[in-house]
């Protein structure tokens, strides 16, 4: 399953946990800026070895926009594809291109 996924049905199962898109939404917000750390949003979602690579992918995207309006504007995005994506208003697909992945 690919973290995208994830935040389309919390509590899926024990394996695949849909991840609470408010806490993940702070999460990326306090990594973006270096107030926590990879490994931290890792462990606290239990992402996947194969999921990572969306993370870091997410993050490297951030890194990518030019400083100040842009980055925020990324963030942005991202957390609203998450919203919408959750409450089904989005598709996976749609939520996978808003965040560029």
Not at 66 to 76: E, F, K, N, T, V
């Amino acid at each position: 399953m690919s973290l995208v996924a994830r935040f389309q049905q919390p509590g899926l199962d024990d394996d695949t946990d849909g991840i609470p898109v408010h806490q993940f939404a702070a999460a990326l917000r306090l990594w973006s800026r270096g107030k926590t750390t990879r490994g931290n949003v890792i462990s606290t979602f239990a992402i996947s070895v194969a999921e990572e690579a969306q993370l870091d992918l997410i993050k490297a995207n951030y890194l990518g926009k030019a400083a100040g309006i842009d980055r925020a504007d990324y963030l942005s995005d991202v957390e609203s594809a998450q919203f919408l994506l959750e409450g089904g208003t989005i598709t996976l697909a749609q939520a996978e291109s808003i965040i560029e992945l």
